[in-house]
Structures are given as structure tokens and as C-alpha cells.
């Protein structure tokens, strides 16, 4: 008897229906677990966190910081790596939207990007990217259409990443005396400053408040009231993680039906490949790392990704942050949980952290 529970057990696991069979839960702190699990042919870790006690953020890590995630010791429970490096800025930027603890780190090159939100006890997955600008008196108002990343068009840098070199034609504006933080009747988060410098031609430092870099000369006035306005589409949003493709909407597979197959312009995500995601089930989140090795192409693709997501996890949404030899799931309390491509984790810009 003992002998044909053994078999159905094995029989079972091969076949997918008892993924949880060879599940390891442990706890890391109050609502939050993780779980390391074979499903089907994949090895699978997740962190599991309730977002009415624990939230998700991300932290920088610089550009070529040899530890990697473990950079994040003492500032959270758990940590994945998050960052797309973008080739137009030599692999020294993120592609995707940064906030942390409100403040914008960069809006990075954007575009097709999807997002996780945070705001207080909630969290929604998108393809939003926000919005953001500058309002004056009389309801003036100027849009920026980056933070910290390029030299297009009308563009914001901070203390947190903003670096402005010398371009001919253009004219910077300096917000200064900040305020506190408050929510606007549309829902967004605003901070009042004051216009403390204006000139054109060479730039203003960024050592403390907001630089304003535009092609022409805004329209305020040195000593002006301002308001600094960012819209997530919820209240509140203390921060923001972005990563490339978003694998579950509705609790709904887009691995199946997204994609135009091996040979097609995403025959990428046809590789088995190792993946790190986040995914949402209504007031829970989840930070999932699959396994995989380049010598043996061993990972998962993307339809599979899907399906644990949605069989397994009941997802609601979920998308895709760097895979490959990025992926890795590290924990304050167990160390390294995962099993990194390389046998070791490889430095990045970004982490996505559980406080």
C-alpha cells in the first residue's frame, strides 16, 4: 500500500496535477511566507505577502555594484532583481518607471512598459505609466514628460538620479522649499514648491529640490507658488516597480494568446528561460522566481508561466521583470532561496524589495 502511494505520488508530480506535493513553506515575518516547490519539470520559488501589513518597493543598487541583490541586506524581508538596462544609455539606466517612498527615481525610456503600483493597502498592475506635471497659479500647467532620464522635450531631475549636461538652446527652472505631500481632488499625489532660480543656457545644480529643463522659457515667475503633481490613477502611491510584459490580465493566460509563437517577433518568450515576475491576487502579491540553467535551457515559457500563475497562484495579474541570469530570489532570514543561472547573483540597477 505504502509502495502505491509513492507511485501515484510520483505519478502525479510528473504529470502536474499535485504541484504543491513538494512545496516548502516557510515564514519570514507577518504576513509574509515563502515557498520553494517543483512543478511539473520547473523549480519554482514565491514570496506571498498580504498587503494590508507588508508593501513592495524598489531599491537602487547604482550601475555596477558586484553584490547585487544582496545590497539590499537591512533595507527589506525579501528582494528579486527588477531592472531592464537600457542600451541607448549604456546599461546605467532602467528602462522602466522607478518610485520609492514617493519620490521618482526615473521614468526611464517607457513605452509598452507595464507597472506595479503601490498606494496605501492596495496595488494594481498596468500598462499605466503616469502622469506628471507642474501646476501654477491661475491653473497653469506644464506636463513633464520624464523624470531623470533624457533631453527631450520638457524633462524633471532630482537629487535621485538626475544628471544634466550642457545642451545648447535650453532653459532650466529650480523648485526649492518643498512641502508636504497631499492628494488632489483627481486622485493624484502633489507637493507645493517654490520657483527659486530661473536662467538659460548653462544648467542649475540638482543637489537639492527639482530642476526643470525645457526647450523655452516657462511661463513663472522666481518666488511663484507650484505644485508638483503625479498621477498613478491611485491615491497615495508610495512606489513604483516597472518590468516589460504583462503575462495574466483579468486572471486571463496572455502567454497563450499574446505572442506570436517560436518564430515570430516575441519567439523570446517561447525559450525556456529563467523568469522573475510579480502577481497580484486582490489584497496579496507575489514575487515569483523560476529556475533555470543556459547549459541546459532548463526555465520555463512563458504559456507555462501563465498557467502557474493562474492555476496555481489565481493570479489576477502579473508581469514579467528581468529574467535570465538576473533571476534570483534572496531573503533576509534564509539567505539565497533560489538557484541563480550563473551559481551566483548578478549585480543590478534595481531590486524589487518586500518591506
Known amino acids: ?3 502505491l502511494l509513492v507511485a501515484v505520488l510520483v505519478l502525479a508530480v510528473c504529470l502536474g496535477v499535485a504541484p504543491q506535493a513538494l512545496a516548502r513553506t516557510r ?26 501589513r507588508r508593501s513592495i518597493g524598489s531599491v537602487p543598487h547604482g ?25 541607448d544609455m549604456s546599461g546605467s539606466q532602467p528602462c522602466g518607471l522607478y518610485v520609492r517612498r514617493r519620490e521618482v527615481w526615473t521614468t ?6 507595464v507597472s506595479y503600483v503601490q498606494g496605501k493597502n492596495q496595488a494594481r498592475i498596468d500598462q499605466s505609466a503616469g502622469y506628471f506635471f507642474i ?17 527631450d522635450g520638457v524633462v524633471a531631475f532630482n537629487p535621485r538620479g538626475g544628471v544634466i549636461r550642457p545642451t545648447p538652446g535650453r532653459c532650466y527652472m529650480k523648485l526649492g522649499k518643498p512641502g508636504g505631500w497631499s492628494v488632489t481632488k483627481a486622485g493624484g499625489d502633489q507637493r507645493t514648491y517654490r520657483v527659486v532660480r530661473k536662467r538659460c543656457g548653462s544648467p542649475l545644480s540638482v543637489d537639492h529640490g527639482i530642476v526643470i529643463e525645457s526647450n523655452v522659457t516657462l511661463d513663472y515667475r522666481v518666488g511663484d507658488q507650484v505644485a508638483w503633481v503625479q498621477d498613478f490613477g491611485i491615491p497615495n502611491v508610495t512606489s513604483v516597480v516597472s518590468g516589460m510584459t504583462q503575462v495574466v490580465r483579468n486572471g486571463v493566460n496572455l502567454g497563450v494568446k499574446k505572442f506570436g509563437g517560436h518564430d515570430g517577433p516575441d519567439g523570446y518568450y ?16 507575489f514575487m515569483v522566481v523560476v529556475d533555470g540553467l543556459p547549459s541546459n535551457r532548463a526555465g520555463i515559457k512563458f504559456p507555462k508561466l501563465g498557467t502557474f500563475l493562474v492555476q496555481h497562484l489565481h493570479a489576477d495579474a502579473a508581469f514579467n521583470l528581468d529574467g535570465g541570469g538576473s533571476a534570483a530570489l534572496w531573503t533576509k532570514k534564509f539567505g539565497l532561496v533560489s538557484n541563480p543561472s550563473y551559481g551566483f547573483i548578478r549585480s543590478g540597477i534595481y531590486a524589487t524589495t518586500l518591506i
Not at 526611464?108 to 512598459?113: L, Q, V, W
Not at 502577481?279 to 502579491?285: D, V
Open 1 to 3: 500500500m505504502k509502495r
Open 27 to 52: 515564514t519570514l515575518a507577518p504576513g509574509a511566507t515563502v515557498t520553494s516547490l517543483r512543478w511539473r519539470h520547473e523549480r519554482i520559488h514565491y514570496v506571498k505577502l498580504n498587503l494590508d
Open 63 to 87: 550601475s555596477r555594484l558586484p553584490l547585487g541583490l544582496r545590497t539590499t541586506k537591512g533595507q527589506g524581508l525579501a528582494s528579486v532583481a527588477a531592472d531592464f538596462r537600457c542600451k
Open 108 to 113: 526611464g525610456r517607457g513605452g509598452g512598459g
Open 135 to 151: 501646476r501654477g497659479e491661475g491653473n497653469r500647467s506644464t506636463r513633464i514628460m520624464h523624470v531623470n532620464y533624457g533631453h
Open 270 to 285: 517561447y525559450n525556456d528561460c529563467p523568469r522573475t515576475v510579480l502577481a497580484l491576487r486582490g489584497s496579496t502579491a
